[in-house]
């Protein structure tokens, strides 16, 4: 069984850093893109940053130039350097880890979720 776990989050005054981190465990052979989406308080859930299986990364228009995404293939993980940090930054951020080959086909799996608050 696999579990996606996420660590990192938490309370930053605007203008600091934080790194997220998503690790999967379980019967993992590969994974395809990973990414990191969140959602603000009362908003749908966004992209924020995508890598894929060969490195090839996407931001959001609103995070480039501050926060980067990296993966480590043979822990099947994925982290997020985020730095200076905006209130609108404030939300849940989780990790998706696609393309992940199964016997029933390719599947996905989110994070739990972790809280980023940034204060004015």
């Known amino acids: 069984q696999v579990q996606v776990v996420e660590s990192g989050g938490g309370l930053v005054q605007a203008g600091g850093s934080l790194r997220l981190s998503c690790a999967a465990s379980?019967?993992?052979?590969?994974?395809?893109?990973m990414g990191w989406y969140r959602q603000p308080p009362g908003k749908q859930r966004e992209l924020v940053a995508t890598?894929?299986?060969?490195?090839?990364?996407n931001y959001a228009d609103s995070v480039k130039g501050r926060f980067t995404i990296s993966r480590d293939n043979a822990k099947s993980a994925v982290s997020l350097q985020m730095n200076s940090l905006k209130p609108e930054d404030t939300a849940v951020y989780y990790c998706?880890?696609?393309?992940?080959?199964?016997?029933?086909?390719?599947?996905?799996?989110w994070g739990q979720g972790t809280q980023v608050t940034v204060s004015s």
């Open positions: 379980g019967s993992i052979f590969s994974v395809g893109a």
């Open positions: 890598i894929t299986s060969g490195g090839s990364t």
């Open positions: 998706k880890l696609s393309g992940i080959p199964t016997r029933a086909g390719t599947v996905h799996y």
